[in-house]
């Protein structure tokens, strides 16, 4: 045995405190750099040699990133914000609501309080369970760079399995819900023990206008396509529908509709078929409980 | 280097980059009470409090603890004086084999300081972030409310 | 929830438990029968106990396992010189340094030499490092160069048994077939007013234990010590002997408690590598698994496949069980007669033909498993006599009260029978008189059955109010329907293929007692148990009793804990031994203290004393001091006892039995399944820690529940486990299963077993998995493949 040490392969850590610190740090990390809040995804990528990092920029310090703003025209949910803390959140507004309640079923309570609601979407798993939701929501992201930082649609972060439009060095910084009118919002989700990731996932919203009719629609999936998916198939038969109309045939058939873009595969967990036509199902109940609160909420 | 009260002491730790919590507790500081099953954030039984909260210590960078409070099993009650969910589980007998039980223990901490007068329903919901493959969990929710009732009764 | 629950408040608590132990015999009891929280209760809540994965020695050097990528290959060349020159390695093992000696598993998984040059599977051991810590033995793995010559492999049991089937073995690919006949299958169609066919496949279960497992092993001159969880410490003894070709007295294993196990943490053979890499670089070694490894390389539950049929008369007689049985063993299986017992609760059946065909493939080792056979075969025979059962329009209590066995009844199984070269008569011959007189009659079931639990469960769930018929769900909420079923399940109490179980008690001098037991501590309590057993016997108090279960150094043989042998056959022994120790004593005793026989004395809470109250009592430490100090002979310092004979040969009269209540509710649009509701009741005669037998019980039917609802292992085309961990291995979790579950126990008493007691662990597997599947028939109408995952649920009715 010879007494010179064996290099191990690991990434160097380093911990900025502020945003301007981190961007830079990714700007200077490169391709080999990763921005590391909780870590759950990335640990376990890492130990399974699944990525290469290099760097690890751990960004828990950086408290402007953290917690839920609520103002007249837009919820914004900061980056760092614990799907713990998420799942505290129901209470502050009703568009949180779907949202609280499916990070009450993500991972377990020790991982939520780890784990970040932009982890989640920046891990880009097609099953991200919090991309559907917040997309209904008309989610957009912020972001940062060394030099700036843009706006955009959450749909639009998502390019495969993994992978996003985020570049090299380029940090989510927080999440935005623009208010508008009067929104519900539902979801449905089947895993198979209490525990697990979503083997589909269908989340819906619906907004009325002052006339009562529908003013916007929308439906995303989680776990039936490469990325989280919007459905909008389905939306256009919504669209400007009065509550009343919105009967469970026309929810049926739209939930048939937004089914249809649906692009499942098979894999170890279940099978095309079943997400393809669960997804139907998930979809149509989901439509139907929104329409029952914004029912609900017309009563008040 | 990094510093972390580790029950209740203050410890210096000199981690690699990589290491998780969980590792540097066991390998650093001995405390064999964490743990490490799965290591993927999966069983729970690697769970610790850290400023309270509970976290799963095998997702977790060691030196993401610096400068913060951990709380292990071994932080918890000593055989002489046991906490009262120890009590309770043992009462109950909400564990076999016990290789998950430090962990189903801290998690029913945390849970009880943030609900103290559980269902049993809710109980049972809290503890399903923990794996007991060896199928103690009516006895567990026994157990918790048993710890929640003890506690209560102490703070009232 | 419903009204049942509440019912069952006096039953959980345990005080209607406390009451079914009625017998004049039990309430002479002073500690066999309660409740006592586990000696290691401490341990465990305050996560001080150490595990395999916690134990270390100084200076210990950190082992790695090279692992085949391929599941059929033979290594034409490997070189390890890059590996060896790697600073921080010790050295390196391959197949070229592995001992010329073969070693099984029981006699369940024969290995053949620890490493021999082929790989059988992907995962299979193929050469190993010892370094100054894992990190550096990892890296170095990838330096071991190899030439590889690839094998055609196989993975399906049923083209593993073709004419011309890549072979994996050396002995063949399958075991001679186990049958088990009786009357005249002919007859039995005949006889037959409706017949039902059955074809069902079982995926593997993994027995995902917590708390994966390392082993650490020093080797000085020539002797090997080992400290590894292991359920079986007598035979890792034994395969180290075998393998290494040194004698039993140089092999110690100091078997640790485990992280459950279920049968995965006997002996493996990465233990073996750790004593290959000790005994090469002449330093402690540990080899820690990962938990990829635990659930992906080191065994798990057989793939199995049943095909039969069964008959029977208008009135519900069986007339006949015909059923074929093929299961694989993967690489290093050598499973062929074991399990099934359901062959005997089910063998009232006028006619019957059972075949099991056991088959090597190129998957990874399968072993025994918990509840092994009855949990497959017995699940199939269970949805075979239950679609009888509907096509008859029968109640599925009545059928089993109808069809099971009961005592006296002759057992098909005839295990020991295969041992025999003679008749049983023939056998019996020779056995010499004394030690036959406490014999049952063998192959003749002597104490325990369903039908008592199957009466008093009923009554307890509400079964008559809530069961509607045949698939036909008790509630209809949109597509939410709820169903009640019911299953039964038997198992073996131990088995005495490999030699009887031993043990030794030995009272010290200061009336304190330590029992020498070797058996698993994976959580079902024996430390306790044997514990209760031997206080009960001695009449020394619970307190001062200590147990040592992993020194082979100073535990006499055992077959351990596997075949719910502990408590039965191991406990036997105990309270053997325990017998012979107090006999010593009160010889003494009576000779020095009280000029009085050993049989006018008897021993109360550690007093001696005169059974007729005639002489004030003396604790057994003051007998043992004055003794020590002055006894006649001067030769007793302290006392050692040990059971004069074997015991009975088990299998061939003990079995437990379960029965077992579920409520399901489907939601027939998404096939999710929920448990709703759930009542497990026992036979096991005598229950020596009601705490104890309650977490078996329960936990057999959770256990049973994952396998019924999503437990499978998935493996690639090419042989690899594709699910080896917690994510997409999916178990149950609290939420997962009614926590107001609750549990009865029957009230037979084993003539035999200590105290009346039988084996526990096995058979509430079986019934929990034969009742979910018949609940959720009855809420849906249609018979749902294992594991009934959402999927399979709407696939059988058509769905999707």
Redesign the interface.
């Given at each position: 045995?010879?007494?010179?040490?064996?290099e191990?392969a690991r990434f160097t850590y380093v911990r900025p405190t502020d945003l301007a610190a981190a961007v830079a740090a990714g700007a200077a990390a490169g391709p080999g750099g990763r921005y590391w809040a909780g870590g759950t995804d990335l640990m376990l990528e890492w130990q399974r040699k699944q990525r290469p990092i290099e760097t690890s920029i751990d960004i828990t310090g950086l408290t402007e990133l953290r917690g839920i703003l609520i103002d007249p025209s837009e919820i914004r949910i900061g980056a760092l914000t614990t799907l713990a803390e998420i799942e505290r959140s129901a209470a502050l507004h009703p568009d949180l609501e779907s949202l609280a309640a499916i990070a009450a079923v993500m991972c377990t309570p020790q991982t939520r309080t780890l784990a970040t609601v932009a982890g989640n979407l920046c891990n880009a798993s097609p099953a991200a369970d919090l991309a559907p939701p917040l997309i209904v929501l008309g989610a957009r992201i912020a972001t940062a760079t060394s030099d700036g930082g843009r706006e955009l649609e959450l749909e639009d972060l998502f390019t495969a399995p993994k992978q996003t439009v985020l570049t090299d060095g380029e940090l989510l910084t927080h999440i935005t819900i623009p208010l508008s009118g009067q929104r519900a919002a539902s979801y449905g989700r089947?895993a198979?023990?209490?525990?697990?990731?979503a083997?589909t996932l269908s989340a819906c919203s619906l907004t009325l206008d002052q006339q009562g009719t529908v003013s916007a629609a929308r439906i995303a999936f989680g776990s039936v396509a490469p990325t989280p998916l919007r459905a909008l198939s389905g939306e256009q038969l919504l669209l400007g529908k009065t509550l009343a109309e919105l009967t469970p045939a026309l929810l049926a058939e739209a939930a048939a509709a937004a089914a249809g873009d649906a692009n499942p595969i098979d894999d170890?967990?279940?099978?095309a078929?079943?997400r393809r036509?669960?997804v139907r199902?998930?979809t149509q109940r989901a439509l139907a409980k929104t329409v029952a609160r914004l029912s609900r909420g017309g009563d008040q | 280097m990094i510093i972390v009260r580790v029950n209740g002491r203050e410890q210096t730790f000199e981690p690699a980059a990589d290491t998780s919590l969980a590792n540097m507790l066991r390998d650093e500081a001995g405390?064999?009470?964490?743990?490490?099953?799965?290591?993927?954030g999966?069983?729970g039984?690697c769970t610790v409090l850290l400023d309270e909260q509970p976290v799963t210590s095998c997702l977790m960078l060691a030196h993401q603890a610096a400068g913060r409070e951990v709380t292990?099993?071994?932080g918890?009650?000593?055989?002489e004086h046991?906490h009262p969910i120890?009590q309770a589980?043992?009462?109950e007998?909400g564990?076999?084999?016990?290789?998950?039980?430090?962990g189903f223990?801290i998690a029913a901490a945390a849970f009880l300081a943030e609900n103290p007068s559980p269902t049993?329903?809710e109980?049972?919901?809290a503890?399903?972030?923990?794996?007991?493959?060896?199928?103690?969990?009516?006895?567990?929710?026994?157990a918790v409310m048993t710890a929640a009732e003890r506690l209560r009764g102490a703070t009232a | 929830m419903s009204a049942t629950i509440n019912d069952l408040a006096a039953l959980r608590d345990g005080s209607k438990t406390d009451q079914r132990l009625s017998t004049p015999a039990r309430d002479a009891f002073t500690i066999v029968g309660k409740?006592v929280?586990?000696k290691?209760?401490?341990?465990?809540?305050?996560?001080?106990?150490?595990?395999g994965?916690?134990f270390a020695v100084p200076h210990m050097a950190h082992g790695k396992i090279l692992r085949s990528p391929h599941a059929h290959a033979r290594i034409v060349r490997i070189d390890t010189a890059r590996a060896e020159?790697?600073?921080?390695?010790?050295g390196v093992v391959t197949h070229e340094d592995a001992p010329g000696g073969t070693w099984e598993n029981a006699w369940f998984n024969y290995r053949g030499r620890i490493m021999d040059g082929t790989a059988r599977f992907v995962g299979d051991e193929i050469a190993a490092v010892a370094a100054?810590s894992a990190?550096?033995a990892e890296?170095a793995l990838a330096a071991i160069d190899i030439e590889w010559e690839i094998l055609p492999a196989v993975f399906d049991p049923h083209e593993a048994r073709k004419p011309g089937a890549p072979q994996i073995r050396d002995e063949g690919n399958e075991r001679d077939a186990y049958v088990v006949e009786w009357g005249d299958i002919a007859e039995g169609h005949d006889l037959a007013d409706v017949l039902v066919e059955s074809d069902v496949v079982f995926a593997s279960q993994q027995y995902?234990?917590?708390?994966?497992n390392a082993c650490v092993a020093e080797w000085m001159n020539d002797r090997v010590t080992l400290w590894t969880s292991s359920q079986t410490p007598s035979e890792l003894r034994d395969g180290v002997h075998e393998a290494f070709e040194i004698p039993l007295s140089k092999v110690r294993v100091m078997a640790l408690?485990?992280?459950?196990?279920?049968g995965s943490w006997w002996s493996a053979n990465f233990m073996l590598v750790t004593v290959m890499l000790a005994k090469k670089i002449r330093r402690a070694v540990k080899i820690e698994l990962?938990?990829a490894e635990c659930m992906g390389t080191v065994k798990r539950r057989h793939i199995e496949h049943t095909r039969g049929r069964m008959g029977a008369k208008r009135d519900g007689t069986l007339t006949l069980a015909q059923f074929d049985h093929v299961i694989d063993n993967g690489a290093y299986g050598f499973k062929d007669d074991v399990g099934f017992f359901c062959v005997d609760m089910w063998g009232r059946a006028l006619h019957g033909d059972y075949q099991v065909h056991a088959v090597n493939t190129n998957l990874v080792t399968a072993g025994c498993m918990r509840g092994v056979g009855d949990i497959t075969l017995g699940s199939a025979v269970e949805r075979t006599a239950n679609r009888v059962a509907a096509e008859l329009d029968i109640d599925p209590i009545e059928f089993r009260l109808k069809n099971q066995i009961r005592p006296g009844e002759p057992l098909r199984m005839r295990h020991s029978l295969h041992n025999m070269d003679c008749s049983v008569e023939e056998y019996l011959a020779g056995i010499p008189e004394e030690l036959r007189a406490e014999w049952p009659e063998l192959f003749h079931l002597s104490s325990g059955s369903t039908a008592e639990i199957l009466t008093t469960g009923a009554e307890a769930f509400r079964w008559s109010e809530r069961w509607q018929g045949w698939g036909k769900p008790d509630s209809v909420d949109g597509p939410l329907r709820r169903a009640v079923g019911v299953g039964t399940g038997a198992h073996v109490c131990g088995v005495e293929f490999e030699g009887s179980s031993s043990a030794v008690v030995r009272i010290n001098g200061d009336g304190s007692a330590k029992v020498h037991a070797s058996c698993g501590?994976?959580?079902?309590?024996s430390e306790t148990t044997l514990s209760q057993v031997a206080a009960e016997e001695l009449g020394i108090p619970f307190t001062m009793i200590e147990i040592e279960t992993g020194d082979t150094d100073s535990c006499p043989w055992s077959h351990g804990s596997l075949a719910s042998n502990t408590l039965y056959r191991i406990g036997w022994a105990v309270r053997a031994a325990a017998k012979d120790a107090k006999r010593q004593l009160l010889e003494i005793a009576g000779r020095e203290v009280f000029h009085l026989a050993p049989d006018e004395l008897q021993v109360v809470e550690g007093v001696i004393a005169p059974v007729d109250g005639s002489q004030p009592g003396v604790s057994v430490e003051d007998v043992m001091n004055m003794l020590r100090l002055a006894d006649t002979l001067g030769q007793t310092s302290s006392i050692t006892g040990r059971p004069a004979t074997p015991m009975p040969p088990s299998t061939a009269f003990a079995r437990h039995f379960a029965a077992h209540f579920a409520e399901v509710e489907v939601d027939i649009?998404?096939?999710?399944i929920r448990l709703t509701d759930y009542l497990a009741t026992q036979d096991s005669g005598t229950i020596v820690n009601p705490?104890?037998m309650?977490?078996?019980v329960?936990?057999?039917?959770?256990?049973g529940a994952g396998f019924a609802l999503?437990e499978e292992l998935?493996f690639g085309d090419d042989g690899r486990v594709?699910?080896a961990?917690?994510?997409?291995y999916?178990?149950?979790?609290?939420?997962?299963?009614?926590?107001?579950?609750g549990v009865i126990f029957g009230d037979s008493y084993d003539p035999v077993g200590p105290f009346g007691a039988r084996g526990a662990g096995e058979a509430p597997m079986a019934a929990s998995v034969a009742a979910i599947q018949a609940a959720v028939f009855n809420a849906t109408g249609v018979w749902v493949e294992l594991p009934m995952?959402?999927?399979r649920v709407?696939t059988a009715m058509g769905?999707?």
């Amino acid at each position: 045995m010879s007494t010179t040490t064996t290099e191990i392969a690991r990434f160097t850590y380093v911990r900025p405190t502020d945003l301007a610190a981190a961007v830079a740090a990714g700007a200077a990390a490169g391709p080999g750099g990763r921005y590391w809040a909780g870590g759950t995804d990335l640990m376990l990528e890492w130990q399974r040699k699944q990525r290469p990092i290099e760097t690890s920029i751990d960004i828990t310090g950086l408290t402007e990133l953290r917690g839920i703003l609520i103002d007249p025209s837009e919820i914004r949910i900061g980056a760092l914000t614990t799907l713990a803390e998420i799942e505290r959140s129901a209470a502050l507004h009703p568009d949180l609501e779907s949202l609280a309640a499916i990070a009450a079923v993500m991972c377990t309570p020790q991982t939520r309080t780890l784990a970040t609601v932009a982890g989640n979407l920046c891990n880009a798993s097609p099953a991200a369970d919090l991309a559907p939701p917040l997309i209904v929501l008309g989610a957009r992201i912020a972001t940062a760079t060394s030099d700036g930082g843009r706006e955009l649609e959450l749909e639009d972060l998502f390019t495969a399995p993994k992978q996003t439009v985020l570049t090299d060095g380029e940090l989510l910084t927080h999440i935005t819900i623009p208010l508008s009118g009067q929104r519900a919002a539902s979801y449905g989700r089947i895993a198979r023990t209490v525990v697990d990731i979503a083997l589909t996932l269908s989340a819906c919203s619906l907004t009325l206008d002052q006339q009562g009719t529908v003013s916007a629609a929308r439906i995303a999936f989680g776990s039936v396509a490469p990325t989280p998916l919007r459905a909008l198939s389905g939306e256009q038969l919504l669209l400007g529908k009065t509550l009343a109309e919105l009967t469970p045939a026309l929810l049926a058939e739209a939930a048939a509709a937004a089914a249809g873009d649906a692009n499942p595969i098979d894999d170890i967990r279940t099978s095309a078929a079943y997400r393809r036509h669960t997804v139907r199902v998930l979809t149509q109940r989901a439509l139907a409980k929104t329409v029952a609160r914004l029912s609900r909420g017309g009563d008040q | 280097m990094i510093i972390v009260r580790v029950n209740g002491r203050e410890q210096t730790f000199e981690p690699a980059a990589d290491t998780s919590l969980a590792n540097m507790l066991r390998d650093e500081a001995g405390l064999i009470g964490v743990r490490v099953s799965c290591a993927e954030g999966e069983c729970g039984a690697c769970t610790v409090l850290l400023d309270e909260q509970p976290v799963t210590s095998c997702l977790m960078l060691a030196h993401q603890a610096a400068g913060r409070e951990v709380t292990t099993i071994e932080g918890f009650g000593s055989p002489e004086h046991l906490h009262p969910i120890q009590q309770a589980f043992i009462e109950e007998q909400g564990f076999q084999c016990g290789f998950c039980t430090p962990g189903f223990i801290i998690a029913a901490a945390a849970f009880l300081a943030e609900n103290p007068s559980p269902t049993e329903a809710e109980a049972s919901i809290a503890m399903s972030g923990n794996i007991c493959r060896c199928g103690a969990y009516p006895y567990i929710v026994r157990a918790v409310m048993t710890a929640a009732e003890r506690l209560r009764g102490a703070t009232a | 929830m419903s009204a049942t629950i509440n019912d069952l408040a006096a039953l959980r608590d345990g005080s209607k438990t406390d009451q079914r132990l009625s017998t004049p015999a039990r309430d002479a009891f002073t500690i066999v029968g309660k409740g006592v929280p586990v000696k290691d209760a401490i341990e465990k809540v305050t996560g001080s106990i150490k595990y395999g994965v916690d134990f270390a020695v100084p200076h210990m050097a950190h082992g790695k396992i090279l692992r085949s990528p391929h599941a059929h290959a033979r290594i034409v060349r490997i070189d390890t010189a890059r590996a060896e020159a790697i600073p921080g390695v010790y050295g390196v093992v391959t197949h070229e340094d592995a001992p010329g000696g073969t070693w099984e598993n029981a006699w369940f998984n024969y290995r053949g030499r620890i490493m021999d040059g082929t790989a059988r599977f992907v995962g299979d051991e193929i050469a190993a490092v010892a370094a100054v810590s894992a990190e550096i033995a990892e890296h170095a793995l990838a330096a071991i160069d190899i030439e590889w010559e690839i094998l055609p492999a196989v993975f399906d049991p049923h083209e593993a048994r073709k004419p011309g089937a890549p072979q994996i073995r050396d002995e063949g690919n399958e075991r001679d077939a186990y049958v088990v006949e009786w009357g005249d299958i002919a007859e039995g169609h005949d006889l037959a007013d409706v017949l039902v066919e059955s074809d069902v496949v079982f995926a593997s279960q993994q027995y995902a234990s917590i708390g994966r497992n390392a082993c650490v092993a020093e080797w000085m001159n020539d002797r090997v010590t080992l400290w590894t969880s292991s359920q079986t410490p007598s035979e890792l003894r034994d395969g180290v002997h075998e393998a290494f070709e040194i004698p039993l007295s140089k092999v110690r294993v100091m078997a640790l408690p485990s992280g459950s196990s279920f049968g995965s943490w006997w002996s493996a053979n990465f233990m073996l590598v750790t004593v290959m890499l000790a005994k090469k670089i002449r330093r402690a070694v540990k080899i820690e698994l990962s938990n990829a490894e635990c659930m992906g390389t080191v065994k798990r539950r057989h793939i199995e496949h049943t095909r039969g049929r069964m008959g029977a008369k208008r009135d519900g007689t069986l007339t006949l069980a015909q059923f074929d049985h093929v299961i694989d063993n993967g690489a290093y299986g050598f499973k062929d007669d074991v399990g099934f017992f359901c062959v005997d609760m089910w063998g009232r059946a006028l006619h019957g033909d059972y075949q099991v065909h056991a088959v090597n493939t190129n998957l990874v080792t399968a072993g025994c498993m918990r509840g092994v056979g009855d949990i497959t075969l017995g699940s199939a025979v269970e949805r075979t006599a239950n679609r009888v059962a509907a096509e008859l329009d029968i109640d599925p209590i009545e059928f089993r009260l109808k069809n099971q066995i009961r005592p006296g009844e002759p057992l098909r199984m005839r295990h020991s029978l295969h041992n025999m070269d003679c008749s049983v008569e023939e056998y019996l011959a020779g056995i010499p008189e004394e030690l036959r007189a406490e014999w049952p009659e063998l192959f003749h079931l002597s104490s325990g059955s369903t039908a008592e639990i199957l009466t008093t469960g009923a009554e307890a769930f509400r079964w008559s109010e809530r069961w509607q018929g045949w698939g036909k769900p008790d509630s209809v909420d949109g597509p939410l329907r709820r169903a009640v079923g019911v299953g039964t399940g038997a198992h073996v109490c131990g088995v005495e293929f490999e030699g009887s179980s031993s043990a030794v008690v030995r009272i010290n001098g200061d009336g304190s007692a330590k029992v020498h037991a070797s058996c698993g501590r994976q959580g079902q309590g024996s430390e306790t148990t044997l514990s209760q057993v031997a206080a009960e016997e001695l009449g020394i108090p619970f307190t001062m009793i200590e147990i040592e279960t992993g020194d082979t150094d100073s535990c006499p043989w055992s077959h351990g804990s596997l075949a719910s042998n502990t408590l039965y056959r191991i406990g036997w022994a105990v309270r053997a031994a325990a017998k012979d120790a107090k006999r010593q004593l009160l010889e003494i005793a009576g000779r020095e203290v009280f000029h009085l026989a050993p049989d006018e004395l008897q021993v109360v809470e550690g007093v001696i004393a005169p059974v007729d109250g005639s002489q004030p009592g003396v604790s057994v430490e003051d007998v043992m001091n004055m003794l020590r100090l002055a006894d006649t002979l001067g030769q007793t310092s302290s006392i050692t006892g040990r059971p004069a004979t074997p015991m009975p040969p088990s299998t061939a009269f003990a079995r437990h039995f379960a029965a077992h209540f579920a409520e399901v509710e489907v939601d027939i649009e998404t096939g999710e399944i929920r448990l709703t509701d759930y009542l497990a009741t026992q036979d096991s005669g005598t229950i020596v820690n009601p705490q104890v037998m309650k977490n078996q019980v329960i936990g057999g039917a959770i256990c049973g529940a994952g396998f019924a609802l999503f437990e499978e292992l998935h493996f690639g085309d090419d042989g690899r486990v594709l699910n080896a961990n917690m994510l997409d291995y999916k178990l149950l979790r609290c939420a997962d299963f009614p926590h107001q579950a609750g549990v009865i126990f029957g009230d037979s008493y084993d003539p035999v077993g200590p105290f009346g007691a039988r084996g526990a662990g096995e058979a509430p597997m079986a019934a929990s998995v034969a009742a979910i599947q018949a609940a959720v028939f009855n809420a849906t109408g249609v018979w749902v493949e294992l594991p009934m995952t959402p999927e399979r649920v709407l696939t059988a009715m058509g769905v999707i």
